[in-house]
């Protein structure tokens, strides 16, 4: 079993920062890419930032220059911190990765349970 486990969300003024942070566990060999995405209600889930395994990132442009997106391999964790919050940032933010099983060395695509962050006006 692989688990992905997300914490770090919350209530926040436009203006203001929140950081998550997200945990792999379990049967792993490997985690290659790792990467948040959001969903916002009445919406399709959206890429967020993504980071490989050498730490080469891709943001989406609404989020550029406000989010950072970096890991811990040791940890096996992946965090997002997050700047300039806006109103339309309010989502449910979710941990995804590409995990190589230590079992089967097969790898698979995991998602987190999600965190809602929410931003007010």
């Known amino acids: 079993q692989v688990q992905l486990v997300e914490s770090g969300g919350g209530l926040v003024q436009a203006g203001g920062s929140l950081g998550l942070s997200c945990v792999a566990s379990?049967?792993?060999?490997?985690?290659?890419?790792m990467g948040w995405y959001r969903q916002a209600p009445g919406k399709q889930r959206e890429l967020v930032a993504r980071i490989t395994s050498d730490s080469s990132t891709n943001y989406a442009d609404s989020v550029k220059g406000r989010f950072t997106i970096s890991r811990d391999n040791a940890k096996n964790t992946v965090y997002l911190q997050m700047n300039s919050l806006k109103p339309e940032d309010t989502a449910v933010y979710y941990c995804n990765a590409d995990i190589t099983r230590l079992s089967t060395r097969i790898t698979l695509n995991y998602w987190g349970q999600g965190t809602q962050v929410t931003v007010s006006s």
């Open positions: 379990g049967n792993i060999f490997r985690i290659n890419a």
